[in-house]
């Protein structure tokens, strides 16, 4: 039995998001600085905190765990309709995760504003499916990043807008 199977659904999302929290950290040289609510009720993972603008960033961390051995095209994450407010400023990161080395390999920040109109809707949730594929043309494409660094740029001018 593969050991992923293993983990239970919070157990998996609490490793997504202390690696994206470390991950802006260290990549960021510290100037952003993850925060995590004491409860997620209003489905905010982390608030990242830009030490040179003085901003905070609400984020809801989404992601999967594969293994290398598990070749997918497509990756879902939902954002539940009761968690999601349009009125805010946050954003959503989507995080794809190699299961042996806890390495991000794809990531997608997308802002809150924009799930109604990339995310397909349905009656208690939203649902994204962007393609893992190198050469896709996606609508999350605009989105995507494909290392750490990248995806903390974009945090970083996020918060500096």
Do not use: C
Not at 112 to 123: C, S
Not at 125 to 138: H, I
């Amino acid at each position: 039995m593969d050991r992923l199977e293993n983990l239970t659904s919070t157990q998996r999302g609490k490793i997504a998001e202390l690696h994206v929290a470390t991950a802006l950290m260290t990549q960021s040289g510290g100037r952003l600085s993850p925060f995590s609510p004491i409860s997620d009720d209003h489905g905010i993972d982390l608030v990242i905190m830009d030490k040179a603008t003085g901003k905070a960033l609400p984020v809801q961390v989404k992601s999967w765990l594969l293994s290398p051995d598990r070749p997918v095209r497509t990756v879902q994450f939902d954002v539940r309709k009761a968690t999601f407010s349009e009125m805010t400023a946050g954003v959503v990161i989507a995080v794809v995760m190699d299961a042996e080395t806890l390495a991000m390999s794809m990531a997608w920040m997308i802002p809150l504003r924009d799930i109604p109109t990339l995310a397909t809707e349905q009656p208690t949730k939203f649902v994204m499916a962007p393609s893992r594929m190198e050469r896709s043309a996606d609508r999350y494409i605009g989105h995507r990043h494909t290392t750490i660094a990248s995806l903390t740029r974009a945090v970083e001018a996020l918060m500096t807008e």
